[in-house]
Every structure is written in structure tokens, then in C-alpha cells.
């Protein structure tokens, strides 16, 4: 027999994400029928439904998925986007638990980075990792992201700064889809930190990353975009427009990591360069916003590393949300300013330290995340899109962003197919 659809889901609350006057794109009475690994149809639970049931290979009622309310009462769970974490750096060796105590003693980010911990620290100890270690940590970590629901994960290089381990580090993420049911999407940072082989000479170390590494990178399909570390730490603008002008030649997407500890306007150059996003931004001058906004340029929110190093400076919301720049948020899973492998508390700590709504918080997560890849195709319910679904046990989507720990996702669905959940 010939079947229209692959599954039909029924008995859901959807919180579309779609772009609605209505709170988390409600759709109240609504089942989802799947076809090929995307949604193919939105179907309202009236009279008809019975006979769409039919036309479906697989039918799956979602209060079976979930216990029973106290007294027996029958509670229709919510059906979510798959969550994207845009912004990670987990393949990595070792870790920095040592200078979180040194931070605790005093010691600021900056003041680590110069006694050559930090990034440079991580270096030494991913350079000195085989691939297999490598993979091994990086499944750990990318396993705790999908046990929240995250179906899609961006993944950045920069802890190797030579040719041999940024290609050892790309190749490891990429692979993480065989090992786990993820999407990965890979990001050039070779403009991270400055290597001590190229100390005292930074221009030098950007030739080595425009003129040998990203065309070698761009060359073997490694990565789907590039990123820079634009700061008084990491790169001048100039030095920046140079590694985004090698990049634009190569075809790949550009991102940024930006105004993070000073306002050094590399925001401003990103969306001169049409950048993807601007990553950090709590130094964000308000009057460089409309330069997002004109570029299309997305907003990342990183309020884990914002935590963990104690930080003061918030990025400019309100003028974000005047603007209408889109708002994507993400763990910024690193070993040294934000070892966050949770995406919930991620959005927790956006609405308590950001002040962000939780339907921001959630959007930030699906939708605006989605379009902080350059991906059309996922971060919200609607026919045409990937089917990367979660289903929760919660009576409001407010509560993942409300409750700390409080919930993981009773089912999840990637690309059509469920990967979790009984």
C-alpha cells in the first residue's frame, strides 16, 4: 500500500515558531504529518482528521509519549522546533578547570590570556590530542546538547592556529554525525588567537590563514563558514577585512566574534561584509545597530560566557529589539569562558542576566539560531522544513526558559524519525 504521509502526529500543542501575533506561533488544534524527513503538512484536529490517520504509514499519539497528568487526567503535550546551538567550540583537548580557580582568585580573562593560558592554553593540549581523543570528548559533549533537544549544532575551530590540527578539528565535528543524531555545521576560527610560532607578528599569522589554511580548508569542504575573533585580545579590523575578503573569495559565509570586551566597530565590518552574525556584542555601540539591521546580520547572545566570567557590560537588548534585529542565542560551549552543555540553562540565563522574554529565548534558540547558520530549511514548524521536533511534557513553552534543569524532551524527531523518547 501507498501512503501520502510517513508518520502523522496527533494530540499536540505546536509552538510553531513562525512569525504570528500569536505567542510562539500557537497552533492550539493542530496534528503534523511527516513525509521524507520534513513536514509535509500542518492538519487541524477537526472531523477529518480520522481520515488523514489513515493515509499515514505510522501514527503517533503524543500523550502516549508522556505520563498521565495526576488523577488521570489526559494532557496534550507541546511539539517545539529542534533546538540549534549556533555558536559552540567543543572539539577541544583537555580543559581549564585549573583557571577557573584562578579567575576565582582574581585573575581576569585578559590576565590569563597574557601569563599564555586561555585559548593559547588549549591549543598546546588539542595540538597534542589524536583524532580519536579528539572525537571521543567531543561526543560526550555534543551527547549532553541532544539529551535538551538540540538536533542542530555549529561547531568552530581555533583551538589547533596551524594547518595540520584546525583540519583534525573540522574533520572531527563533521563526523559527529555518524556517531549522533545531528545536523553539525562547521566554522572556520584559524583567527582565534596568534600562535606562539607567530608571536609579535600578527600580520604574518594572517597571511598564513588567507594565503595556505582557509584555502586548503575551503578547498576539502571542511567548513560551511568562517569566523574571526575580532578584538583587543584577538585581531584589528584590519586584520579581520582581510580574512573576510579571503573567505568571500572562497565562497564560504562569514561570521564574527565581536565587541565582546571593548567596542572595537568589528560589528560594523561584519555587516559591511553582509556577515551571517555578530557573536558577544555587549560592548555594541547603539549607534552601529542600524548597520545590522540594513545587512540582515543576526544578533548571537552568549550569556554563559557573559556568567562565567563575571562580566558587567550587557549587550544592548532594547536597542536590538527597537531595531528589530533578530536575537539568536547559543551555549558558546568552550573550556574556558563558558563550559555550558546545556542549552535550557542557556536560555535561562538569557532572560535572568539579558532580560530577554522566554518566547525570545526560544526563538533565539530555533528560529533566529536557524537563520545565525544561514539555514532556511529548520527552526520552525511549518510545512516545506526539516521535521527536527521536540515534544515536551510542560503546559507552557515558558517553562524551559523558567525552570533550571527541569526538563528534558520526552521524544525527539530528526529529520522525521524519533531518536529519543519511549
Same mark, same amino acid.
Given at each position: 500500500?501507498?501512503?501520502?504521509? /510517513?508518520?502523522?502526529?496527533?494530540?499536540?500543542?505546536?509552538?510553531?515558531?513562525?512569525?504570528?501575533?500569536?505567542?510562539?506561533?500557537?497552533?492550539?488544534?493542530?496534528?503534523?504529518?511527516?513525509?521524507?524527513?520534513?513536514?509535509?503538512?500542518?492538519?487541524?484536529?477537526?472531523?477529518?482528521?480520522?481520515?488523514?490517520?489513515?493515509?499515514?504509514?505510522?501514527?503517533?499519539?503524543?500523550?502516549?509519549?508522556?505520563?498521565?497528568?495526576?488523577?488521570?487526567?489526559?494532557?496534550?503535550?507541546?511539539?517545539?522546533?529542534?533546538?540549534?546551538?549556533?555558536?559552540?567550540?567543543?572539539?577541544?583537548?583537555?580543559? $581549564?578547570?585549573?583557571?577557573?580557580?584562578? $579567575?576565582?582568585?582574581?585573575?581576569?580573562?585578559?590576565?590569563?590570556?597574557?601569563?599564555?593560558?586561555?585559548?593559547?592554553?588549549?591549543?598546546?593540549?588539542?595540538?597534542?590530542?589524536?583524532?580519536?581523543?579528539?572525537?571521543?570528548?567531543?561526543?560526550?559533549?555534543?551527547?549532553?546538547?541532544? &539529551?535538551?533537544?538540540?538536533?542542530?549544532?555549529?561547531?568552530?575551530?581555533?583551538?589547533? @592556529?596551524?594547518?595540520?590540527?584546525?583540519?583534525?578539528?573540522?574533520?572531527?565535528?563533521?563526523?559527529?554525525?555518524?556517531?549522533?543524531?545531528?545536523?553539525?555545521?562547521?566554522?572556520?576560527?584559524?583567527?582565534?588567537?596568534?600562535?606562539?610560532?607567530?608571536?609579535?607578528?600578527?600580520?604574518?599569522?594572517? /597571511?598564513?590563514?588567507?594565503?595556505?589554511?582557509?584555502?586548503?580548508?575551503?578547498?576539502?569542504?571542511?567548513?560551511?563558514?568562517?569566523?574571526?575573533?575580532?578584538?583587543?585580545?584577538?585581531?584589528?579590523?584590519?586584520?579581520? &577585512?582581510?580574512?573576510?575578503?579571503?573567505?568571500?573569495?572562497?565562497?564560504?559565509?562569514?561570521?564574527?566574534?565581536?565587541?565582546?570586551?571593548?567596542?572595537?566597530?568589528?560589528?560594523?565590518?561584519?555587516?559591511?561584509?553582509?556577515?551571517?552574525?555578530? /557573536?558577544?556584542?555587549?560592548?555594541?555601540?547603539?549607534?552601529?545597530?542600524?548597520?545590522?539591521?540594513?545587512?540582515?546580520?543576526?544578533?548571537?547572545?552568549?550569556?554563559?560566557?557573559?556568567?562565567? @566570567?563575571?562580566?558587567?557590560?550587557?549587550?544592548?537588548?532594547?536597542?536590538?529589539?527597537?531595531?528589530?534585529?533578530?536575537?539568536?542565542?547559543?551555549?558558546?560551549?568552550?573550556?574556558?569562558?563558558?563550559?555550558?552543555?546545556?542549552?535550557?540553562?542557556?536560555?535561562?540565563?538569557?532572560?535572568?542576566?539579558?532580560?530577554?522574554?522566554?518566547?525570545?529565548?526560544?526563538?533565539?534558540?530555533?528560529?533566529?539560531?536557524?537563520?545565525?547558520?544561514?539555514?532556511?530549511?529548520?527552526?520552525?514548524?511549518?510545512?516545506?522544513?526539516?521535521?527536527?521536533?521536540?515534544?515536551?511534557?510542560?503546559?507552557?513553552?515558558?517553562?524551559?526558559?523558567?525552570?533550571?534543569?527541569?526538563?528534558?524532551?520526552?521524544?525527539?524527531?530528526?529529520?522525521?524519525?524519533?531518536?529519543?523518547?519511549?
Amino acid at each position: 500500500m501507498s501512503y501520502q504521509y /510517513d508518520t502523522v502526529i496527533y494530540n499536540v500543542r505546536i509552538a510553531s515558531m513562525q512569525d504570528s501575533e500569536v505567542p510562539y506561533g500557537e497552533l492550539l488544534s493542530h496534528a503534523i504529518a511527516l513525509k521524507d524527513g520534513k513536514i509535509a503538512a500542518l492538519i487541524p484536529s477537526d472531523d477529518s482528521l480520522g481520515e488523514i490517520v489513515k493515509q499515514a504509514k505510522s501514527v503517533i499519539d503524543a500523550t502516549t509519549l508522556i505520563p498521565q497528568n495526576e488523577g488521570g487526567t489526559l494532557k496534550h503535550p507541546w511539539l517545539l522546533p529542534g533546538f540549534i546551538d549556533c555558536h559552540t567550540h567543543l572539539v577541544y583537548g583537555g580543559n $581549564r578547570a585549573e583557571e577557573f580557580e584562578m $579567575r576565582l582568585q582574581g585573575a581576569s580573562y585578559v590576565d590569563i590570556a597574557q601569563r599564555g593560558g586561555g585559548i593559547k592554553g588549549t591549543v598546546e593540549k588539542t595540538r597534542c590530542a589524536d583524532e580519536r581523543t579528539l572525537l571521543n570528548t567531543a561526543i560526550k559533549r555534543a551527547k549532553r546538547l541532544c &539529551e535538551e533537544g538540540v538536533t542542530t549544532i555549529e561547531v568552530k575551530s581555533g583551538y589547533g @592556529l596551524d594547518l595540520d590540527t584546525e583540519v583534525r578539528m573540522l574533520r572531527v565535528a563533521k563526523s559527529l554525525e555518524q556517531h549522533l543524531p545531528v545536523s553539525i555545521k562547521t566554522t572556520y576560527l584559524g583567527a582565534h588567537a596568534l600562535p606562539n610560532e607567530f608571536a609579535e607578528d600578527a600580520d604574518g599569522y594572517i /597571511d598564513f590563514v588567507c594565503e595556505k589554511a582557509l584555502p586548503y580548508i575551503a578547498s576539502q569542504n571542511l567548513a560551511d563558514a568562517v569566523d574571526v575573533f575580532c578584538e583587543t585580545i584577538g585581531f584589528s579590523t584590519s586584520q579581520t &577585512e582581510r580574512v573576510f575578503s579571503c573567505a568571500q573569495e572562497h565562497g564560504l559565509p562569514l561570521k564574527a566574534h565581536v565587541e565582546q570586551l571593548s567596542d572595537s566597530k568589528g560589528a560594523v565590518l561584519a555587516a559591511k561584509y553582509g556577515a551571517l552574525s555578530v /557573536d558577544h556584542i555587549e560592548y555594541l555601540a547603539d549607534s552601529d545597530i542600524p548597520h545590522l539591521a540594513q545587512s540582515g546580520t543576526v544578533a548571537v547572545l552568549l550569556p554563559g560566557a557573559f556568567y562565567y @566570567l563575571s562580566e558587567v557590560q550587557k549587550p544592548p537588548i532594547d536597542a536590538l529589539r527597537a531595531h528589530n534585529v533578530p536575537m539568536a542565542l547559543a551555549t558558546d560551549f568552550n573550556p574556558g569562558s563558558s563550559p555550558l552543555a546545556s542549552i535550557l540553562t542557556a536560555m535561562n540565563m538569557g532572560c535572568v542576566l539579558f532580560q530577554l522574554t522566554p518566547e525570545e529565548a526560544l526563538r533565539g534558540a530555533t528560529a533566529h539560531a536557524a537563520s545565525a547558520l544561514g539555514l532556511h530549511d529548520r527552526g520552525v514548524i511549518e510545512a516545506g522544513k526539516l521535521a527536527d521536533l521536540t515534544l515536551w511534557d510542560i503546559e507552557t513553552p515558558a517553562e524551559l526558559a523558567y525552570c533550571i534543569n527541569g526538563h528534558r524532551p520526552a521524544a525527539v524527531f530528526k529529520e522525521g524519525k524519533q531518536v529519543q523518547g519511549r
